[in-house]
């Protein structure tokens, strides 16, 4: 089955459009992933694709129905079973085995006998046996949520799926299980990703830009190579322009001089030309010397337009880099000694079925592993000393530490950009480096008034790195509590450079076995 998308859009009552004149088609069982930075529209895409939204211009046919997985679900006052839309079978079913004949019921059925079976299958594979059909949806967690979704790939074998960042607050082991979907479903399938290891398995790549959609005919890593290539080019372009320009003000500047010589030596023969003919000449000389002025500086401004576009293309296009300074403890010193920890919530069982003992030295990259509940931030507190075990014991070295959770909280609050930034300017830098420093994180004075509270995911980490910079109080230990989540592909890359050159003790727990990979993280406890 495929989904044809012909030129749409879609504006906001009022306001600019968020994207324009849209053309794509997804061909039957044919996976695409749709990349973009935060702010481009790739989730309202989805959401009219699904029938959620109602496009402005344009047309969309899909050859079946789709089954839309969203980023986020809202209140819904539903019981999971009408949530998966199956609460209506399911009350059938009862009704015909506790001997009901009524029509009705069997027509609602649709001889779908194995239909709660096929539920009772999914719920297992994706580890939610502990959830009943008829609890509420809204009580979930994040990650329940998601795997509800997924569970009803399962449970309707659905031909169009169309899935809006689906590894969010997924564990590693059911990342695993929804690629191995992506490997073997035959569908036509959208996603909107940004987990590298999730958008390399697929071949088709879009990407949505405030210019359009531009379709990559390769995986996520093709894609890479491409963009660096253009990036190459986009550069040369700027050296030669910059070049071109360089040679036509040297031009213009030498034309001026010879014009200016040729004025000099017109004044010293003005004695010897009669008065008509030396006001005919001195014209003649004025005008040629104004069209060669107006002209050059035609040549010189087309040439600046053409460079202040070239550089302005760069700017979207370049990676930021946030610089934070190194640690100062030195490697090898004995921050964390775990002896036989284990914790208990209330009168509950231990959290561990075996207590926990471990060191941690200043300067190591530690990747703390394990699905949810598993107890990974429930040690970090025991680490940080928010929490003391129940038995055993944990004795830590004095060091300061920062812990970073997928929210960034830190930032999530009541001030303008400006304010946070002068908050955490701790030590008197001067206004106009503050602001400075904004400007590199890619806060433009326009901006400088924007709540943080309005913030994307991207924004805020971006905002929280810089007021670290600002702050200069880099701590000893960095904690980051599934980062990555809520983060496009631009916002990924900066911070996966920015923590890789952090030189200081690293504990990270995620899913995102790319992200850990990339900054370095090769010692694990698994819980």
Same mark, same amino acid.
């Given at each position: 089955?495929?989904?044809?998308?012909?030129?749409?859009?879609?504006?906001?009552? /009022?306001?600019?459009?968020?994207?324009?004149?849209?053309?794509?088609?997804?061909?039957?069982n044919?996976?695409?992933?749709?990349?973009?930075?935060?702010?481009?529209?790739?989730?309202?895409?989805? !959401?009219?694709?699904?029938g959620?939204?109602?496009?402005?211009?344009g047309?969309?046919?899909?050859?079946?129905s789709?089954?839309?997985?969203?980023?986020?679900?809202?209140?819904?006052?539903k019981?999971?079973?009408?949530?998966?839309?199956?609460?209506? !079978?399911?009350?059938?079913?009862?009704?015909?085995?506790?001997?009901?004949?009524?029509?009705?019921?069997?027509?609602?059925?649709?001889?779908?006998w194995?239909?709660?079976a096929?539920?009772?299958?999914?719920?297992a594979?994706w580890?939610?046996?502990?959830?009943?059909?008829?609890?509420?949806?809204?009580?979930?967690?994040? @990650?329940?949520?998601?795997?509800?979704?997924?569970?009803?790939?399962?449970?309707? =074998?659905?031909?169009?799926?169309?899935?809006?960042?689906?590894? /969010?607050?997924?564990?590693?082991?059911?990342?695993?299980?929804?690629?191995?979907?992506?490997?073997?479903?035959?569908?036509?399938?959208?996603?909107?990703?940004?987990?590298?290891?999730?958008?390399?398995?697929? =071949?088709?790549?879009?990407?949505?830009?405030?210019?359009?959609?531009?379709?990559?005919?390769? $995986?996520f890593s093709?894609?890479?190579?491409?963009?660096?290539? &253009?990036?190459?080019?986009?550069?040369?372009?700027?050296?030669?322009? &910059?070049?071109?320009?360089r040679?036509?003000?040297?031009?213009?500047?030498?034309?001026?001089?010879?014009?200016?010589?040729?004025?000099?030596? @017109?004044?010293? /023969?003005?004695?010897?030309i009669?008065?008509?003919?030396?006001k005919?000449?001195?014209?003649?000389?004025?005008?040629?010397?104004?069209?060669?002025?107006?002209?050059?500086e035609?040549?010189?401004?087309?040439?600046?337009?053409?460079?202040t576009d070239?550089?302005?293309?760069?700017? *979207?296009?370049?990676?930021?880099?946030?610089?934070?300074? $190194?640690?100062?403890?030195? =490697?090898?010193?004995?921050?964390?000694?775990? /002896?036989?920890?284990?914790? &208990?919530?209330?009168?509950?069982?231990?959290?561990?079925?075996?207590?926990?003992? #471990?060191?941690? #030295?200043?300067?190591?990259?530690?990747?703390?592993?394990?699905?949810?509940?598993s107890?990974?931030?429930?040690?970090? *507190?025991?680490?940080?000393?928010?929490?003391?075990?129940v038995?055993?014991?944990?004795?830590?070295?004095?060091?300061?530490?920062?812990?970073?959770?997928?929210?960034?909280?830190?930032? =999530?609050?009541?001030?303008?950009?400006?304010?946070?930034?002068?908050?955490?300017?701790?030590? *008197?830098?001067?206004e106009?480096?503050?602001?400075?420093?904004?400007?590199?994180?890619?806060?433009?004075?326009?901006?400088w008034? !924007?709540?943080?509270?309005v913030?994307?995911g991207?924004?805020?980490?971006?905002?929280?790195?810089?007021?670290?910079?600002?702050?200069?109080q880099i701590?000893?230990?960095?904690?980051l509590?599934?980062?990555?989540?809520?983060?496009?592909?631009?916002?990924?890359?900066?911070?996966?450079?920015?923590?890789?050159?952090?030189?200081?003790?690293?504990?990270?727990?995620s899913? $995102?076995?790319? #992200?850990?990979?990339e900054?370095?993280? @090769?010692?694990?406890?698994?819980l």
């Open positions: 089955m495929s989904i044809i998308v012909s030129d749409i859009s879609y504006h906001y009552q /009022n306001q600019n459009a968020i994207f324009e004149h849209i053309s794509f088609t997804v061909a039957d044919s996976i695409v992933s749709l990349i973009g930075d935060n702010g481009t529209g790739k989730s309202t895409l989805l !959401k009219v694709i699904a959620e939204l109602q496009q402005s211009d047309s969309i046919i899909c050859s079946s789709h089954y839309y997985i969203p980023q986020n679900v809202g209140i819904t006052g019981s999971v079973s009408k949530f998966l839309n199956v609460s209506e !079978k399911l009350e059938s079913l009862l009704a015909i085995t506790q001997g009901s004949t009524l029509q009705l019921h069997y027509d609602t059925l649709a001889d779908d194995d239909i709660e096929r539920c009772q299958r999914a719920f594979k580890g939610l046996s502990h959830i009943g059909l008829t609890d509420d949806f809204d009580n979930l967690s994040g @990650g329940e949520k998601t795997k509800i979704f997924l569970a009803g790939l399962d449970i309707h =074998n659905p031909k169009v799926v169309l899935m809006d960042e689906p590894t /969010n607050h997924l564990d590693l082991t059911s990342r695993e299980i929804l690629y191995d979907y992506i490997d073997n479903v035959k569908a036509s399938v959208i996603i909107v990703s940004h987990d590298v290891s999730l958008l390399g398995r697929i =071949n088709t790549t879009m990407e949505l830009t405030p210019k359009g959609l531009k379709i990559y005919g390769g $995986d093709f894609y890479s190579d491409v963009r660096e290539m &253009e990036s190459n080019s986009l550069q040369e372009k700027i050296h030669n322009e &910059e070049k071109r320009l040679e036509v003000r040297k031009t213009a500047q030498e034309t001026r001089q010879r014009q200016e010589k040729r004025v000099g030596r @017109g004044e010293r /023969n003005k004695a010897q009669i008065r008509i003919l030396r005919t000449v001195s014209n003649r000389g004025e005008n040629t010397e104004a069209k060669l002025r107006e002209r050059h035609k040549i010189v401004q087309q040439s600046r337009e053409r460079l070239l550089r302005s293309e760069q700017i *979207n296009k370049a990676e930021l880099r946030i610089d934070v300074e $190194d640690a100062r403890l030195h =490697n090898g010193k004995l921050l964390i000694n775990a /002896n036989s920890v284990n914790y &208990e919530f209330g009168k509950g069982p231990s959290l561990w079925s075996q207590p926990l003992s #471990f060191e941690i #030295f200043s300067g190591e990259r530690i990747h703390i592993m394990g699905d949810n509940g107890g990974k931030t429930t040690l970090i *507190n025991l680490i940080t000393g928010q929490l003391e075990p038995s055993g014991e944990v004795t830590r070295a004095p060091f300061s530490y920062l812990y970073l959770d997928q929210e960034y909280r830190e930032v =999530n609050v009541d001030n303008t950009i400006l304010e946070l930034a002068n908050r955490y300017n701790t030590t *008197n830098l001067p106009h480096e503050v602001k400075t420093r904004l400007n590199r994180a890619l806060f433009p004075k326009d901006v008034d !924007k709540s943080c509270l913030l994307s991207g924004e805020r980490m971006r905002l929280y790195l810089c007021c670290l910079m600002i702050s200069n701590p000893d230990m960095l904690i509590d599934e980062p990555t989540n809520n983060l496009d592909l631009s916002s990924l890359r900066i911070l996966t450079d920015t923590v890789r050159d952090y030189r200081g003790t690293l504990l990270v727990v899913h $995102d076995s790319y #992200f850990v990979r900054i370095g993280a @090769g010692r694990v406890i698994e």
